[in-house]
């Protein structure tokens, strides 16, 4: 597997969605009253949350145990077979409690939830089983499709007046499309589950689990006691502000879902070296964005959350900068946590989120009480610095890898000259409109760019490198598109 290629199209296909997202979020933000989209995202929390117990981390096992080698066929039909009765076991239990469930979420929505929780995790399952096939690349574009469906459809039902319901009906439809897609890209097919590939599935699952109950917690936890001790309409304005920063990770994410069947396939052939040097360039990588995203938030924050989502939402304008802040230390993690998993060290990535979620958990309640919704966002930025610094030492243990400070350190200059500049043109030129506003901002990430340019050690272990990446790619399909034209011929 090209690693390099493979996080490339994941990326694209992550700012694509990211964009779809942002986009989606605004329409809804300004075609729903901020109640009306607390429900929907009321609903999103419960159904991330949900995915706990109906998944017990089977997809990561399905994905570690098929990169390993393991019988893709009795190894996938296990896994469904496995999933299929936790699915059954969690849509009892919300028929269950079908009213108290829909008293919380302020809606009828008891049985979609049913459904969403069904097609996404049945699509997730085989999204992950492609990714155990070393063909991480092919899931760019089922993602991309499943975020493209469900903003569509979901603006289309909310322009005819269907409200939340409208946005969950979109999110139906593109987990549906999801599921169908990626069971036409998997190579593997079905046959008689066996027990032997269940205990291994297991074995595995037994720890992961607790790494998705961290990041299901992480996700959605924060929106779920919000809706609790605050009204709806503060839920809406943090997931918002959320949202936002969740644009920053989408290269993180990407070479963190191309590293973990790599880096699996790496240390079942014992090859040390390679997995020391990708995951010391991947952090270098990682944090690029990250960085100047800090200084962007605390510039031009409340601007973002006035003019492209409504004067209400400024509210949270403190929430997008704390949480900027942890997507830092979130996109150093993103490396070095699926790195310890990846060499089959998942109970030590359960130990780290275990005291990371702990800590989440308990900050959470008292601050969301005593200081309100930022409470929520500054107890989710220590546990993931908490988790960050667990899983680095963790992974020290066993691959000798090196955090790229200076790189870290150029970049935090290089963001700190930017920010200056621009909040000299913000002060001369204040923004008073969404282009204006787009305009500052997109100074500001050319002026970092420029900034970092500029330092030799960025450009030659950052910029450049993703410089022959692409012109390997262009050139790459320009061959291509000779064999084509010479065959037609």
């Known amino acids: 597997m090209d690693i390099g290629l493979s996080t490339f199209k994941l990326f694209l296909s992550k700012t694509g969605r990211a964009l779809l997202m942002f986009g989606g979020i605004i329409y809804f933000s300004r075609n729903l009253g901020q109640t009306q989209l607390g429900i929907f995202f009321l609903f999103f929390a419960v159904q991330g949350l949900l995915s706990i117990p ?25 896994a469904l077979a496995l999933k299929l009765v936790l699915l059954t076991v969690v849509s009892l239990g919300v028929l269950a409690f079908r009213g108290r469930i829909n008293d919380y979420l302020g809606g009828d929505l008891a049985v979609l939830l049913v459904l969403a929780v069904f ?3 049945l699509s997730l399952l085989y999204i992950h089983a492609v990714r155990g096939r070393l063909r991480v690349g092919r899931t760019a574009s089922i993602e991309f499709a499943r975020r493209l469906t469900w903003v569509g459809l979901g603006s289309f039902f909310v322009s005819r007046g269907y409200g939340p319901e409208g946005i969950v009906y979109g999110l139906l439809a593109g987990s549906a499309v999801a599921l169908v897609w990626a069971v036409l890209a998997c190579d593997i097919g079905l046959g008689r589950p066996a027990l032997p590939q269940m205990r291994s599935l297991v074995d595995f699952s037994k720890y992961d689990v607790v790494n998705s109950v961290g990041g299901s917690i992480y996700q959605w936890m924060d929106s779920a006691l919000i809706g609790f001790f605050l009204v709806q309409s503060y839920v809406s304005a943090y997931e918002v502000a959320w949202q936002v920063t969740l644009l920053v990770l989408m290269f993180s994410k990407s070479i963190s879902l191309t590293l973990f069947p790599q880096i699996s396939q790496w240390n079942a052939d014992s090859s040390v070296k390679q997995i020391e040097s990708t995951i010391s360039t991947a952090i270098g990588f990682a944090v690029f964005f990250s960085i100047p995203a800090v200084v962007g938030a605390v510039i031009y924050g409340s601007d973002v959350l006035e003019f492209l989502f409504g004067p209400e939402y400024v509210i949270a304008s403190l929430v997008l900068v704390v949480l900027m802040i942890e997507k830092f230390f979130q996109s150093i993690n993103d490396i070095v946590g699926v790195s310890v998993r990846a060499i089959n060290r998942p109970n030590l990535a359960a130990k780290a989120t275990v005291a990371a979620v702990g800590v989440n958990l308990v900050l959470s309640p008292i601050l969301i009480v005593t200081i309100g919704f930022v409470g929520a966002a500054v107890a989710t930025t220590v546990s993931w610095v908490v988790n960050a610094l667990l899983q680095t030492r963790y992974l020290g243990r066993y691959v000798d890898f090196s955090i790229p400070y200076p790189l870290i350190g150029w970049f935090t200059l290089s963001s700190v000259a930017m920010g200056v500049v621009v909040y000299g043109v913000k002060t001369q030129f204040p923004v008073d409109t969404v282009f204006s506003l787009v305009l500052q901002v997109l100074l500001g990430g050319l002026l970092y760019l420029a900034f970092s340019v500029s330092i030799p050690d960025v450009r030659h272990r950052i910029v450049l490198p993703v410089v022959r990446l692409l012109a390997s790619r262009y050139v790459s399909d320009e061959r291509r598109s000779g064999r084509g034209q010479t065959s037609d011929k």
């Not at 089977?58 to 990169?67: F, P, Q, T, V």
């Open 54 to 78: 109906a998944d017990f981390g089977l997809r990561s096992a399905l994905e570690k145990r098929l990169s390993e080698g393991e019988d893709p066929v009795r190894t996938l039909s296990s």
């Open 119 to 121: 097609l996404r995790e």
